[in-house]
């Protein structure tokens, strides 16, 4: 049985809050390297040139890629075989995002409550999802989520006779309702099958996994690079003024479903997708 004590949570979590909100990810600058690579649209080239200088001053001076620093999202996966000491792990972690919004300057964007909507003035609580794991080590990923591109999410409760062109238009269905709102190019997560809240945790999980990885599911991989191909048609481009890189990549993950649904979420994020994760 190996012991973490919460300090180590909290300490990671405030660091990936900062690095979060200010530095590209590995698998976010492959792909958007490559979405200015192919951009076709003169002006789309533009957009995509003045987003990726933003980037290089958010890195260079330390200032939030985006104003919106996002809704702290938490992936925990715990290993079974790991022995959690100090602090309730929900406190820890919420103080983790605390120490990190409020150390890190970052926008506070969290109300106590949705109707009352008094800020908490420290970005907590986070949305904290756990998982318990083989092993001795604890994985998180930290995802904060802006809501420009929140607020254009989608469930979809088809029947299974909709099959696999019913999701397809579902999710293209999604990315037109979006248009610009979600700041693209765009990440879309794709959630299937479950229940009504696993797939929206699945189309959310989805986000976090590398942008330029792939599903080992054959035909969802099919389906990720087809629905990419007929997103980037839809000829939103980046900023919504137009191109052929309207979205960055398509993550789907599954689930096993009921003989009588076919649940679908959408979930889309920005250009730049934040995420990050460690192992303890």
Not at 174 to 188: E, F, H, S, Y
Not at 220 to 230: A, G, I
């Amino acid at each position: 049985m190996r012991s973490i004590n919460t300090s180590e949570i909290i300490k990671n979590i405030k660091e990936m809050c900062i690095e979060a909100n200010h530095y590209l990810s590995e698998d976010m600058r492959k792909v958007f390297d490559q979405a200015k690579k192919q951009e076709q649209s003169r002006l789309g080239c533009q957009i995509l040139e003045q987003l990726d200088e933003n980037l290089n001053i958010a890195a260079k001076d330390m200032i939030p890629i985006c104003q919106d620093t996002g809704m702290a999202v938490v992936f925990m996966e715990i290993g079974q075989d790991v022995h959690i000491e100090g602090d309730p792990i929900e406190d820890a972690v919420n103080e983790g995002v605390r120490q990190g919004y409020t150390d890190g300057y970052l926008r506070k964007s969290v109300v106590n409550d949705p109707i009352l909507r008094e800020n908490t003035k420290d970005n907590t609580p986070a949305v904290i999802h756990y998982s318990i794991v083989p092993g001795k080590n604890i994985k998180i990923t930290l995802a904060p989520k802006g809501f420009g591109s929140e607020n254009m999410s989608k469930i979809f409760m088809l029947k299974p006779a909709d099959g696999i062109e019913g999701v397809k238009e579902a999710v293209l269905s999604a990315v037109r309702d979006a248009g610009p709102n979600a700041c693209p190019p765009m990440v879309v997560g794709v959630g299937i099958g479950g229940t009504f809240e696993k797939c929206a945790y699945l189309s959310k999980k989805a986000l976090a996994r590398p942008a330029d990885s792939s599903s080992p599911i054959p035909y969802v991989k099919e389906l990720e690079e087809e629905l990419l191909e007929k997103i980037n048609c839809l000829g939103i481009g980046p900023g919504g003024l137009g191109g052929t890189q309207t979205a960055l990549a398509v993550n789907v993950e599954t689930y096993p479903t009921h003989i009588a649904g076919l649940p679908v979420a959408v979930n889309i994020c920005c250009h730049v997708n934040r995420h990050v994760s460690r192992v303890l």
